[in-house]
C-alpha cells in the first residue's frame, strides 16, 4: 500500500514533469530591459520555450536593431524551416552583433510570424490563417555598467519591460494541401489549431541562458564567423558539420542583399 502509493506519487510527479505545456512562449531573453556595458560581440537571444509546439506553426522570426538616438537601424531575421522543434525544451535563436560597441539607448523591436489551421475553412477554403505579432525591448549601453555577461544578467528570474509571446497550441492537427503550405521541412504539410482566448500569458524572465547555453551559442558564432571571412582565426575548425551550409547560406545571402542595398554597416554574426 505504502509502496504503490509512492509509486502512484512518483507516476503523477513524472506525469506533470513529462506534459509539455499547450503553450508556446517566444521571448526575447536578451538583452533585457537593464544597462550593459557596450561590447563589439553581444548576443540578441530568443529562447522558443515548449519549442516542441513550434514543429507546426512555420514561425519566423525578424527584428531591427535601432539607435534610439540616431538613425542607424540593423535588420535581421532567423531562418526556421530547418529547426528540429522535437530536439530540446527550449530552442535559442540567436546573433552576435557590433551594433551595441558604443554607449546608447538601443531598441530592439522584433516580430513573431506563425501560421495555424484554419478551423473554420470551408472545403478548399483558405486553410490556414497567418498571424503575425510585434514586440519592443528597450536597453542602454554604458561603461559604468559591469563587463557584459549573459549568464549573470539572466540568472534574475524577476524582470520588468520585457515582453514576449505565448501561443496556445492544441494537440489538434489538420492535413493540408501543399498549396497552402510554406512551413518547414518536418512539419509534413500539417497545420496546428491554436486556441482561441484567453491569450495565455508569458514569463521571459524564467528563460535563462546558461553557462552550457552559452558555449554552444559561442561555439555555433564561431563557424559563422569561420565561414563568413578568409581570414579566419586559428580558433577556426578545419571541418565544418553538414548542418553548417544552409545556415550560413542564409546569412551569407543577407549579407550579400544588405551589403549591395548599402544598409550593411554593422557585423552580425
Ligand atoms: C564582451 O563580452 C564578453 C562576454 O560575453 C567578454 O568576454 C569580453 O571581454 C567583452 N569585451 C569587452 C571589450 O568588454
Ligand atoms: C529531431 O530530434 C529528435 C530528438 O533528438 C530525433 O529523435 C528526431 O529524429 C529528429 N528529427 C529529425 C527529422 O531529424
Ligand atoms: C493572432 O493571435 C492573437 C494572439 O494569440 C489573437 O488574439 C488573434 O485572434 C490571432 N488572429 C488570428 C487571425 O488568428
Ligand atoms: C526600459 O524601457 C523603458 C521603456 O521602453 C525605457 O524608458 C527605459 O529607459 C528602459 N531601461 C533601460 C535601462 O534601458
Ligand atoms: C532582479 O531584478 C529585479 C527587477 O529588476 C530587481 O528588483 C532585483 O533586485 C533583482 N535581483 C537580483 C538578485 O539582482
Ligand atoms: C510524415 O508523413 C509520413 C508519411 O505520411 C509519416 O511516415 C511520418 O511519420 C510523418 N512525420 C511526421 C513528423 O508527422
Ligand atoms: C489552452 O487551450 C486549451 C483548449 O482551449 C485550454 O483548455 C487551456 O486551458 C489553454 N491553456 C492556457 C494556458 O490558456
Known amino acids: ?29 536578451f538583452p533585457r530591459n537593464e544597462t550593459y556595458a557596450p561590447n563589439d560581440t553581444f548576443p540578441v537571444v530568443f529562447a522558443f520555450k515548449n519549442s516542441e509546439r513550434a514543429t507546426h ?11 534610439e538616438d540616431g538613425d542607424k537601424v540593423y535588420n535581421l531575421w532567423h ?8 530536439d530540446q525544451e527550449t530552442y535559442f535563436a540567436h546573433r552576435y552583433t557590433n551594433a551595441f560597441s558604443t554607449e546608447g539607448r538601443w531598441r530592439v523591436l522584433w516580430t513573431v510570424d506563425w501560421n495555424s489551421c484554419n478551423v473554420e475553412s470551408p472545403e478548399y477554403g483558405n486553410e490556414v490563417i497567418s498571424n503575425t505579432t510585434t514586440k519592443s525591448t528597450m ?3 554604458s561603461n559604468s555598467a559591469p563587463k557584459l555577461d549573459p ?7 524577476t524582470c520588468t519591460g520585457q515582453p514576449g509571446v505565448a501561443i496556445n497550441v492544441t494537440d489538434k492537427t489538420k492535413f493540408i494541401s501543399s498549396a497552402h503550405w510554406e512551413g518547414g521541412e518536418y512539419t509534413n504539410h500539417t497545420c496546428a489549431v491554436v486556441a482561441a482566448s484567453p491569450i495565455p500569458s508569458t514569463n521571459p524572465c524564467r ?12 561555439a555555433s558564432q564561431l ?27 542564409g546569412l551569407s545571402c543577407l549579407l550579400c542583399l544588405t551589403g549591395a542595398l548599402g544598409f550593411f554597416l554593422a557585423l552580425h554574426y
Not at 528563460?207 to 559561442?218: R, V
Not at 559563422?224 to 553548417?244: G, I, T, V
Request: aromatic share 8%; net charge neutral.
Open 1 to 29: 500500500m505504502h509502496i504503490s502509493t509512492t509509486i502512484w506519487m512518483l507516476v503523477a510527479c513524472l506525469g506533470t514533469v513529462i506534459k509539455a505545456s499547450d503553450v508556446l512562449e517566444v521571448n526575447l531573453v
Open 207 to 218: 528563460t535563462q541562458i546558461d553557462k552550457t547555453t552559452l558555449a554552444s551559442m559561442e
Open 151 to 157: 549568464v549573470a544578467a539572466t540568472a534574475n528570474k
Open 57 to 67: 506553426l512555420n514561425p519566423s522570426i525578424s527584428y531591427s536593431l535601432r539607435d
Open 79 to 86: 531562418e526556421l524551416r530547418w529547426v528540429n522543434w522535437t
Open 223 to 249: 563557424a559563422r564567423y569561420c565561414d563568413l571571412h578568409f581570414n579566419k582565426p586559428a580558433e577556426c575548425p578545419d571541418k565544418k558539420s553538414a548542418a553548417q551550409p544552409l545556415a550560413v547560406a
Open 139 to 141: 536597453f542602454t549601453t
